[in-house]
């Protein structure tokens, strides 16, 4: 599950416990269910919003392993269902009126790197933690909207080789050289404050949030048109 909670004009979602917070449909609903009341809150009118910033973080070894597999085993049906959500959950971060921030305090494997680059800013701990996209280890076929939202984010064709058809367990620093994450930190504690002052700053610039939210929408139409387009096949197994 995760709480939201409200400093201000920052907004900090963390995911709670000390597990590997999989991707399930609770989970997934818990998130969006955050993301609606960070969306009332900040609107004031069909045109503007009052300024605002979201961080994404988590508590323990991992900030998301990815989906729930263990959950999801027992019908393909649960895997559609595990998808469908998560594009819906990654569509609501892309048209939400606020900056977004990921405070990565841990391990972001898969699915739950998709989520932490669902947001505009991803920052990461570099004590403990790396990013891996574990499914040519474990036999899985990508949705075509992940290969959408990585391209769209991770500008260097070796990087997303090295994330893809490497399998590479990258860490924090490798990933700020390859242009993967904005910046790293020394402990989760930190990481947060950074994505904190991060958060001020761009409040302070006191853009309009449906403006931000649109320009986002267009600059990531690929990734909403892959995730329009896909038609519930999910993650599947080696052909």
């Known amino acids: 599950m995760c709480t939201l909670e409200r400093k201000g004009n920052i907004f900090i979602l963390t995911l709670t416990g000390p597990g590997e917070h999989r991707l ?17 809150a900040v609107t004031t009118t069909s045109a503007s919003s009052s300024p605002a910033a979201l ?19 027992s019908s393909q049906s649960r895997t559609y269902l595990m998808d469908a959500k998560l594009r819906s959950l990654v569509s609501d971060f892309i048209s939400l009126p606020v900056p977004t921030i990921a405070a990565v305090s841990g391990h972001a494997s898969a699915a739950g790197f998709i989520l932490a680059l669902s ?24 949705p075509a909207w992940f290969l959408a939202l990585i391209e769209s984010k991770v500008g260097s064709p070796r990087a997303r080789r090295d994330l893809f058809l490497r399998a590479d367990k990258v ?25 904190v002052r ?21 600059l990531l139409s690929e990734v909403l048109d892959e995730i329009r387009r896909d038609n519930g096949t999910g993650m599947r197994s080696k052909l």
Not at 126 to 132: A, C, S, V
Not at 198 to 218: F, S, T
């Open 119 to 142: 947001h505009d800013h991803l920052l990461m701990r570099r004590d403990r933690g790396f990013i891996y996209m574990s499914e040519l280890d474990i036999e899985l076929i990508l």
């Open 55 to 73: 961080i994404t973080t988590a508590h323990g070894k991992f900030f998301s392993n990815g989906y729930d597999l263990s959950w999801a085993q």
């Open 24 to 40: 399930n449909p609770t989970l997934i609903d818990s998130i969006q269910s955050a993301l609606t009341q960070v969306r009332a």
């Open 198 to 218: 991060l958060g001020e700053e761009l409040v302070g610039r006191k853009w309009n949030g449906h403006v931000y939210a649109q320009i986002r929408m267009d």
């Open 171 to 195: 860490t924090a620093d490798v990933a700020v050289k390859k242009g993967i994450i904005d910046s790293a930190h020394d402990s989760a504690k930190e990481t947060v404050e950074a994505a």
